[in-house]
């Protein structure tokens, strides 16, 4: 079982993915959303898809009831970054889905207070 999700995980990188959208309330269809997923050789390591590794994501899944996973953007060390649509209001965002070791919370808090700092200084 374990290897047929390293190997779901590993055919991620393989897909052309298209998103169709039911219509909205004006009646009309949002465009096909097409995107390009990251080639293999543009893929984290299988296996540190573990307990306080990377958290599984699949196309399709729902984050707090409103964020729909399109495809995935990017990964960095100690993150995987999804694009999203947001379900009720049709706009696309950016999920960040850190690792789930202690150091790496504590890094991402620390992300967030300075992303903070520069929203406010944005705003001043």
């Given at each position: ?5 390293k ?54 899944d ?5 964020y729909r996973?399109i ?10 970054v ?5 379900t ?12 789930s ?24």
């Amino acid at each position: 079982e374990e290897k047929e999700k390293k190997e779901e995980i590993e055919d991620m990188g393989n897909e052309k993915v298209e998103d169709e959208d039911e219509d909205d309330e004006s009646g009309d269809s949002d465009e096909e959303d097409e995107v390009m997923v990251l080639d293999d050789d543009e893929q984290e390591d299988p296996e540190d898809y573990t307990i306080g590794g990377y958290h599984p994501v699949s196309i399709g899944d729902v984050f707090n009831g409103k964020y729909r996973v399109i495809c995935k953007l990017g990964f960095g060390v100690f993150s995987t970054v999804w694009l999203c649509k947001e379900t009720d209001k049709k706009r696309r965002i950016a999920l960040k889905i850190v690792k789930s070791a202690e150091n790496y919370t504590q890094s991402a808090n620390d992300e967030i207070t300075i992303l903070q700092c520069i929203r406010g200084a944005d705003s001043a």
